[in-house]
C-alpha cells in the first residue's frame, strides 16, 4: 500500500513526513530534485504486538507501506508544472491533504477553509490537465485508420469525466458505473483517491474547525500539533511522558492516521502466528479467505482445504488458539468466508 502527504506550500507536510516515518533528517531532496521522499512505515499494532509477546517468535513482521512526502513547490516559470510534481501521486491508495492550521512567524494568519478549496482545486487542476492532455491525442488519432472502437468510448467517457472537472467538482462520487471506474483506474486521478485530512495546529487543538472541514471534504479529519510531537519524539524517553501530558497529547498522530489511512483505502489486516513468524498481513476489505490465502502464498490458494480462524477478541478472551479450540471458538472456514480485520487464521491446503 502507498499512501502520500499533499497539501499547500508551507503547510507542514514534510514534518509530517518525519513525524510519521519517524526520521529527524529533515527533508532533503537533493538526490532527485522534484521527485518525492519516500519511505516505509512500519504499522504499530498492539494486537499483532500481543501476539508477538505470546509466541516469541524467531520473527516479527507488521504491516507496512510506503509514504510519499512531496517536494517543495518549483519556482515560477519553472518547467515543473504541478501536474508534473504530483504525478506520483497517481499511484498512491490513499492522500493525507495537510492543511496549516498553525501561524508563521511573520506570516499570514492561517486560513484553514480557503486552504481547503484551494488544494482541493489542485487536485481537480491536475486532473483537468491529465484528461485534456489524454483527449487531445485521442482526437489526433481519431482522424486515423487505426482509432478503434474502444478509443470511441474512451473519448465518450473522459468528456463527461472533463465536464465535471471542469465545473470545479472532484471525481469522487461522480456517478459512473464500476466498468467505467475500471477505464479510468489507470489515470489514477488524483480527486478520485481516498483523503484523510491531517489539520496542522500550533500549540493547542482547541478552537479547530474540524467539523467544517469535515463536511467540506467528506473525509476524515485528524487534528494535530506534528511539530510538538515531533520535538517530543526526539527527547529521551523518560522526559517524552511529562511533555506529552502536558501537550494533551493522547493518542499519536502516526498511530490515528495510519488507522484512518488504512480506513479510506478500505485495507483490513489479518495475522498469522507461529513460532517461526508472527505477521500481519494487509488485504482489501472484503477479500475471501482463498483471496488471502493467495497473500500469503499462491499454493495456499491452489491447495486450500480451510482457514481456521479466531477471531482477537476470542483469542484474548481464551489466552491462546489451544484454548480457543477447546472451547469451540476455533472456527473451520471455507473459500468463501469473508476474513475480518484482526483475524488470525491458519491455512490448511494440500498441493
Ligand atoms: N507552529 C507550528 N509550526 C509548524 C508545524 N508544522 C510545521 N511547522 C513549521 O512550518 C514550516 C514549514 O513546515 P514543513 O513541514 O517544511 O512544510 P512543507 O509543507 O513540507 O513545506 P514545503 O515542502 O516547502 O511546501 C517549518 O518552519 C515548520 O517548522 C506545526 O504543527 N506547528
Ligand atoms: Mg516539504
Known sequence: MKLGILGLPGSGKSTLFDLLTECFEGPDFSHAPNKPRVRSVKVRDSRLERLRDDYKPHKFTPASFELYDFPARAKEGSRTGLADLLAPARELDTLFLVIRGFQVPGGPPPAIEADVEEILGELVLADLVVVEKRLERLE?????????????????????????????????????????????????????????????????????????????????????????????????????AVFREEYDIHEPTRDRL???????????????????????????????????????????????????????????????????????????????????????LEFRFSV
Open 140 to 240: 489526433e488519432k481519431s482522424h486515423k485508420a487505426n482509432y478503434t472502437d474502444a478509443d470511441r468510448r474512451e473519448r465518450e467517457l473522459l468528456g463527461t469525466v472533463l465536464k465535471r472537472l471542469e465545473a470545479e467538482e472532484r471525481l469522487s462520487g461522480a456517478d459512473l458505473s464500476s466498468d467505467e471506474w475500471k477505464s479510468l483506474g489507470g489515470f489514477g486521478f488524483l480527486s478520485a483517491k481516498p483523503l484523510v485530512v491531517a489539520l496542522s495546529a500550533g500549540e493547542s487543538l482547541e478552537g479547530l474547525p474540524v467539523e467544517a472541514v469535515r463536511e467540506k471534504t467528506g473525509s476524515e479529519v485528524v487534528a494535530t500539533c506534528a511539530r510538538n510531537e515531533l520535538e517530543i519524539l526526539q527527547l529521551p524517553e523518560d522526559e517524552q
Open 258 to 344: 495510519v488507522a484512518e489511512g488504512y480506513r479510506a483505502a478500505g485495507r483490513i489486516s489479518f495475522f498469522t502466528a507461529g513460532e517461526k513468524e508472527v505477521r500481519a498481513w494487509t488485504i482489501t476489505q472484503g477479500m475471501t479467505a482463498l483471496e488471502a490465502a493467495g497473500t500469503v502464498h499462491t499454493d495456499m490458494a491452489r491447495g486450500f482445504i480451510r482457514a481456521e480462524t479466531v477471531s482477537f477478541r476470542d483469542y484474548l478472551e481464551c489466552g491462546s488458539v489451544k484454548k480457543a479450540r477447546e472451547k469451540g471458538l476455533l472456527r473451520l472456514e471455507g473459500k468463501e468466508y469473508v476474513v475480518q480485520d484482526a483475524d488470525i
